[in-house]
């Protein structure tokens, strides 16, 4: 069926909402078939009180790991990589020998979420490692420390671990880091030309959202939390994007354009997460209220929260984002923008 036309005074009022719950700024940039609807609230930068501009970069956290999912598929595409083989086939002794790329690409290997104890404490923890610069082996090794949550290809158990050794895996496998993979195989194709893989310096690149994290203490002032290496997620959540070369990129992933349609029905493969939600491989589904499903990723990193998920066609994508993080009830906006934006106003 047609989609409804995205509801744009629905969409503001998500946005609106995001800055009533403490973001200093939101903004959503709808792409519709050629057709581009752009909305922004409050503020970029708290210090200069530049206003948000759709057209700023901002870390995009874990939407990274459908980045990293492309290149794997990509690799299983050009019979480098088997889904269902043991990762330690291609990384001998590094796991428990049961757990296969597939499990890792969808959560289900019950590899420990180092980042639970890192940030615990989430101003300190983010203090105490935002200008660390650490190695795959030493964030894997973090988290088999730990026991595992879940019996390897049983059920979701998300965690950045998988996409660490995800990052490995595209390293042994391409015999270059995983910044050279994205933009051979992502983002020049794509020209994407505000999509980055940073790490580990801790600039983005150019005009750029300020991030602002809001400390666990009630009324403590935000934390401006824009520079870090992103070293404790790099293949997990270390690129710095913009809204349209987000849409640019899950558009392109849904028609065909970056991996075979084989390969994109493996990573349209649901794992249950909850009664609406699905984890294929690095890509996330949302059932929406209107019977839509919707395909894509969310992030956090500190000071960023981003939303970006596209129809199943590819047709009309939206990145919504706020400039805050550690704040349940402005990431509680962000799915009403979904809403405005695929179940807009229904046909009359
Ligand atoms: C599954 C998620 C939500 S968490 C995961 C990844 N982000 C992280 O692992 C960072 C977690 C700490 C971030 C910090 N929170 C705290 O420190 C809390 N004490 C904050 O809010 O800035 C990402 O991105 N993913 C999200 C995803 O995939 O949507």
Redesign the pocket.
């Known amino acids: 069926p047609a989609l409804s036309a995205p509801d744009p005074d629905a969409l503001r009022t998500a946005l609106r909402a995001a800055l009533a719950n403490g973001a200093p700024g939101a903004m959503a940039r709808i792409d519709d078939s050629g057709s581009v609807l752009r909305q922004t609230e409050g503020i970029a930068d708290r210090a200069t009180g530049r206003v948000m501009d759709t057209d700023d970069r901002f870390r995009i956290?874990?939407v990274s790991?459908t980045f990293s999912a492309v290149v794997l598929l990509q690799l299983v595409d050009e019979g480098a990589l088997a889904l269902d083989t043991p990762v330690n086939t291609y990384l001998p002794g590094l796991l428990d020998p049961r757990i296969t790329v597939r499990h890792l690409l969808s959560h289900r290997t019950g590899l420990y979420d180092y980042?639970n104890d890192m940030?615990?404490?989430?101003v300190p923890?983010?203090e105490s490692v935002r200008n660390r610069v650490f190695t795959y082996r030493e964030l894997l090794d973090l988290s088999l420390a730990k026991p595992p949550t879940v019996t390897p290809g049983t059920t979701y158990s998300?965690s950045?671990t998988n996409f660490v050794v995800a990052g490995m895996l595209i390293e042994k496998l391409t015999g270059k880091d995983v910044g050279d993979a994205y933009r051979k195989r992502i983002i020049k194709p794509l020209d994407l030309d505000d999509t980055f893989y940073v790490h580990p310096e801790t600039a983005i690149p150019g005009r750029h959202v300020k991030g602002y994290?809001r400390p666990?203490e009630a009324g403590a002032p935000l934390v401006d939390s824009t520079r870090q290496t992103v070293s404790w997620?790099q293949s997990?959540?270390a690129v710095v994007s913009s809204a349209e070369d987000l849409n640019t990129f899950l558009s392109a992933l849904m028609r065909g354009k970056l991996v075979s349609g084989t390969a994109l029905a493996e990573m349209r493969t649901w794992t249950p997460v909850n009664s609406t939600q699905g984890y294929g491989l690095g890509l996330r589904r949302r059932d929406l209220s209107c019977g839509v499903s919707v395909y894509g990723?969310?992030?956090?990193?500190?000071?960023y929260y981003t939303f970006a998920f596209t129809s199943a066609d590819g047709k009309r994508s939206i990145t919504s984002f706020a400039n805050t993080?550690?704040n349940g009830t402005v990431l509680n906006t962000l799915p009403r923008t979904l809403e405005a934006a695929f179940c807009g106003v229904p046909p009359v």
Do not use: E, I, W
């Open positions: 956290g874990s790991k980042t940030f615990a404490a989430t923890g983010f998300y950045n994290l666990d997620a997990a959540g990723h969310t992030g956090t990193v500190q000071g993080s550690n």
